[in-house]
């Protein structure tokens, strides 16, 4: 199954957040057999939110992983596109700064904060690459970004063994510990169809992010991936050409094309 297959549409996929936002936390922590909480810890540890630094946490959520990055010092914003989910979050965590948004449309200015994060929610969105893009928009310049996100295991057996999971055992808990089943068969769907880490760390360095790298957690079934925004003026306008070429293309549909020249972007730092 395709990416294309799932038909993300934003108002469908926030409509089913909003059905699940209830139960989500208990859900994903008895769906996960534990581990949440520890690619939660993994994540913080990688942003590493310093005292006053200021935080993106897209598709946050209840807020659960945004609270952990307000408890080391940072002025957390926490993004999501579902109301429901908003909603609960403000009632569990009333330090934080809650905004209703789409990762693909950033409502923030440029060079805004000094890390963001998304935790499991890349694959929900439609255009996964332009969300990168409004990442590293609203990035200050040496600024990071970390991505938490279910991933593919290297050895063959365990990806048979989760296959199986996804598609035969995941449901029938679902059905029993969430209060929309089929929202999480949808999300076996798309852990399916998501691609490999080497693809994502591609899509990191073709927007521009540098110094891009990844490390598996639990075998490999979740992929914990780091970038940086680049320093360097004349990168960030290698940068913002690429930008710019691949608005072009989804407007009018042709090939992006950028001024020929040495882009430094290409190359992990």
């Known amino acids: ?85 908003i909603r609960v979050g403000r009632e569990r965590h009333p330090e934080i ?32 690459q332009q969300a990168l893009v409004e990442m590293l928009r609203v990035l200050k310049p040496g600024g990071r970004v970390v991505i938490c996100e279910f991933s593919t295991p290297p050895l063959a057996l365990l990806r048979f063994g989760y296959g199986t999971y996804l598609k035969r055992v995941l449901p029938g808990v679902a059905k029993l510990s969430s209060s929309n089943p089929a929202a999480y068969r949808y999300l076996a769907e798309s852990i399916d169809a998501w691609p490999e880490q080497q693809v994502l760390s591609q899509w990191l360095r073709g927007v521009g992010f540098t110094m891009v790298a990844y490390r598996n957690l639990t075998a490999g079934i979740v992929a914990l991936h780091r970038g940086r925004k680049p320093v360097a003026g004349t990168v960030r306008a290698s940068v913002a050409r690429r930008a710019k070429a691949r608005r072009d293309h989804q407007v009018t549909g042709e090939q992006p094309r950028v001024q020929p020249g040495t882009d430094a972007a290409d190359h992990d730092g």
């Open 1 to 85: 199954m395709s990416r294309a297959d799932l038909n993300k549409r934003p108002d469908e996929v926030a409509a089913m957040f909003d059905d699940v936002a209830a139960k989500y936390d208990l859900t994903n922590d008895i769906l996960s057999a534990g581990n949440a909480p520890l690619w939660r810890v993994a994540t913080v540890r990688a942003v590493d939110p310093q005292p006053g630094e200021k935080v993106l946490d897209i598709a946050a959520g209840t807020g659960t992983s945004s609270a952990a990055f307000a408890k080391k010092g940072a002025d957390v914003t926490a993004l999501d596109l579902s109301a429901g989910m």
């Open 97 to 128: 700064t809650f905004v209703e948004g789409d990762a693909e449309h950033l409502p923030f200015d440029d060079d805004t904060f000094d890390a963001v994060s998304i935790s499991f929610g890349l694959r929900n969105v439609n255009d996964p």
